[in-house]
């Protein structure tokens, strides 16, 4: 499954936007999913997770509170609403698919999911 991220753009601190992670080429509905962020100069940051069956999910802590995850398997896609946005929040975001089918719990390490899709920029600024 080839996974790709839209919806990113420039908003204004204190703003929101919503991303959206779109599988193509198979189903996501049997993998959970994660969201991932990369700033210029920093490493990898992984961010939140959702069960294959929506019933779980996980944030790390830079993000909780103001990010939600959600998934829709009918339209296959996995989307990530962002509240309460702060300049810190500029990086490109991605998603990624878990390695493991049908994984019991949810993910809570980036290091379970598998390469990476084509991410979108977000822009946070006055």
């Known amino acids: 499954v080839q996974l790709q991220a839209s919806g990113g753009g420039w908003v204004q601190p204190g703003g929101s936007l919503r991303l959206s992670c779109a599988g193509s080429?198979?189903?996501?509905?049997?993998?959970?999913v994660g969201w991932f962020r990369q700033a210029p100069g920093k490493e990898r940051e992984f961010l939140a997770a959702i069960s294959w069956s929506g019933s779980s999910t996980y944030y790390t802590g830079s993000v909780k509170g103001r990010f939600t995850i959600f998934r829709d398997n009918a339209k296959n896609t996995v989307d990530l609403q962002m509240d309460r946005l702060n300049p810190e929040d500029t990086a490109v975001y991605y998603c990624?698919?878990?390695?493991?089918?049908?994984?019991?719990?949810?993910?809570?390490?980036?290091?379970?999911?598998?390469?990476r899709g084509q991410g979108t920029q977000v822009t946070v600024s006055s």
């Open positions: 080429g198979g189903t996501l509905v049997n993998s959970a």
């Open positions: 990624a698919a878990d390695k493991t089918y049908r994984r019991a719990i949810v993910p809570t390490r980036g290091d379970y999911f598998g390469s």
